[in-house]
């Protein structure tokens, strides 16, 4: 089963527009990540935020954090056409092993 | 720093073969995992080793079998190739057995079984 949803599935913004993209997820977890992928190819990791932290930025992107309601947001300020890509959440299921489970993503696309 | 690098690049198999997909992991990084991502779905958690061992398994059949080397590279194994394993193969590294500092992902092997 997914431990991560994306929501929404796709999203279609303005360039210069803010993009939010929200994530659940359904047990305890140590640490939430972000990953951008561009068609098809390999993931990027963006950020990371622990399970003790409620809101973490790394130059545009925001992330939130709310453990209460297992729930994440990415949000992407003054989008670029080169923010095109699909989003991920990415949380670890650590009980019988070790388990990155990912959503199915969002995708974003900027308009020039 | 040279970062995750996967190989082949693409591959056309047979149903019913056998592929081995190979992985370098990032210098320094003692955690690899594989994962295999349908189109326009996200990644599936295949497996995980740390150290040579294999410490984390997704739903995936015994057919699915890899392997960790003393250099930290690792093999995705496959046998008895089926039509539906036909995806995109992606191996990423990290420094920390729970992937605590987060992955760094190869570009991925795309795989076709006609």
């Known amino acids: 089963s997914q431990q991560g949803e994306e929501d929404p599935q796709a999203l279609s913004i303005q360039e210069g527009e803010n993009a939010t993209m929200n994530c659940s997820y359904k047990?305890?977890?140590?640490?939430l990540q972000w990953y951008r992928q561009n068609s098809g190819r390999g993931l990027v990791h963006l950020i990371l935020i622990r399970s003790n932290e409620r809101e973490k930025h790394s130059g545009r992107l925001r992330v939130t954090l709310d453990t209460s309601k297992k729930s994440s947001s990415l949000l992407i300020t003054a989008s670029r056409a080169a923010d095109t890509a699909s989003y991920f959440c990415a949380t670890a299921d650590n009980t019988g092993g070790f388990k990155t489970i990912f959503g199915a993503g969002t995708r974003l696309f900027v308009k020039a | 720093e040279t970062g995750v690098t996967q190989s082949p690049t693409h591959l056309i198999k047979t149903r019913g073969q056998q592929v081995t997909l190979r992985c370098s992991s990032q210098s320094g990084h003692n955690t690899v995992s594989w994962y295999q991502q349908a189109l326009g779905q996200g990644p599936q958690f295949i497996f995980q080793?740390?150290?040579?061992?294999?410490?984390g398994r997704g739903n995936f059949p015994p057919r699915f079998s890899g392997l960790q080397f003393p250099n930290y590279s690792s093999e995705l194994n496959v046998n008895a190739l089926e039509l539906d394993d036909s995806a995109l193969y992606l191996c990423?590294?990290?420094?920390?057995?729970?992937?605590?500092?987060?992955?760094?992902f190869g570009s991925g092997t795309r795989l076709t079984v006609v």
């Open positions: 047990t305890s977890i140590n640490n």
């Open positions: 990423a590294s990290s420094l920390a057995e729970g992937g605590g500092f987060g992955y760094t």
């Open positions: 080793y740390y150290r040579e061992e294999e410490n």
